[in-house]
């Protein structure tokens, strides 16, 4: 969240090379996905209904429902794409 709060700061400053770049951190990539997947494989620790509320990749989803970690996926994705459009 704390990623998430110096984004939206930024971009209230218009630095869009600085957002693009914290974008890329492993914050927001790797330890995100990394850690989505845990949860998701924690079964001694929550339950089926948790795990999918996390879900699954937004590209191998499918006719699943996708969850928490595609929702996240989708969303960097369109901000990175959308950076100094609004």
Same mark, same amino acid.
């Given at each position: 969240? #704390? ?6 700061? !930024?971009?209230? +400053?218009?630095? $869009? +090379?600085?957002?693009?770049? !914290?974008?890329? #951190?492993?914050?927001?990539? /790797?330890?995100?996905?990394? /850690? ?8 001694? @620790?929550? &339950?089926?209904?948790?795990?999918? #509320? !996390?879900? @699954?990749? $937004?590209? &191998?989803?499918? $006719? ?9 996926? #989708? ?6 794409? &959308? !950076?100094?459009?609004?």
């Amino acid at each position: 969240l #704390e990623t998430i709060n110096v984004l939206k700061n !930024i971009s209230q +400053e218009y630095e $869009w +090379e600085t957002m693009a770049q !914290i974008l890329r #951190e492993p914050v927001l990539t /790797s330890e995100l996905q990394y /850690s989505c997947g845990v949860l998701q494989q924690a079964r001694d @620790f929550l &339950s089926i209904d948790v795990r999918q #509320e !996390i879900g @699954f990749d $937004w590209g &191998s989803c499918a $006719w699943r429902q996708c969850g928490a970690k595609a929702d996240a996926q #989708e969303s960097l994705a369109e901000l990175y794409n &959308s !950076i100094g459009f609004f």
